[in-house]
């Protein structure tokens, strides 16, 4: 039962454009969700969150929008450059889950000079 | 300031034999989470300890597969006579109090498990 999804295996986008992350979500008790980056043979690290109480959360280039009635989150990278080349995953929390996060399958993100 | 350390970074095994995977947490944190991924998979929360307690182990294996979290050392994660299904990268988790926090918690960089 994969409650979280991406659906975008892969994405590639040139140097200095902005990159484009979907994530949908089927659980209405979600109430956190996390973006993780990571990189081969690393464990994935932190990026960005945003708590449901929230429609958006900013930090630097990154920017994660919140569409609570669309069950709908996405990542936006602006401009996107070449360190950012990882597989972003979208995750999600319910408060009474003990921090137990549910993963989409990840996104490949490719970022060309 | 170490972060979460996990041994070894690849283990081998053949069919039938044990897997030990060892997790040390952050200094301070005594909250450890499991999570495998399979190959072209997101990762999947196994199981959520504390020290000399399991809160949380829904999304284990029915056989085979134990955890443990004692007192004292790392975190254990064993599997016995492992297949070659349970090939996968495993990653620990830490955290200083149940819960994510604002930051999430912190990853450490896996075991890459190969069962031939």
């Known amino acids: 039962d994969q409650q979280v999804k991406q659906n975008s295996p892969s994405l590639s986008v040139q140097e200095g454009r902005i990159s484009i992350l979907n994530c949908d979500y089927t659980?209405?008790?979600?109430?956190?969700f996390l973006w993780y980056k990571k990189y081969p043979a690393e464990g994935p690290t932190f990026l960005i969150s945003?708590?449901?109480?929230?429609d958006k959360n900013e930090d630097g280039r990154f920017t994660v929008f919140l569409n609570k009635s669309a069950k709908h989150l996405s990542l936006h990278i602006v401009p996107s450059q070449p360190g950012d080349s990882a597989v972003y995953f979208c995750a999600a929390s319910a408060d009474d889950s003990w921090g137990k996060l549910q993963f989409g399958a990840g996104t490949q993100v490719v970022v060309t000079p | 300031n170490a972060g979460v350390m996990q041994n070894p970074r690849h283990l081998v095994r053949r069919r039938g034999q044990e897997a030990r995977l060892r997790c040390s947490p952050m200094?301070?944190?005594?909250?450890v989470y499991w999570y495998r991924q399979l190959p072209e998979e997101g990762l999947k929360f196994m199981v959520y300890l504390q020290k000399e307690n399991i809160i949380d182990e829904s999304g284990m294996p029915k056989e085979r597969f134990s955890a443990e979290f004692p007192k004292e050392g790392p975190s254990i994660l064993r599997i016995q006579q492992v297949v070659r299904g349970d090939s996968a990268a495993y990653f620990c988790a830490s955290s200083p109090a149940g819960g994510l926090g604002q930051y999430g918690y912190t990853f450490g960089s896996g075991t890459r498990l190969t069962v031939v």
């Open positions: 200094k301070g944190h005594s909250h």
């Open positions: 659980n209405s008790m979600f109430d956190y």
């Open positions: 945003i708590s449901s109480i929230k």
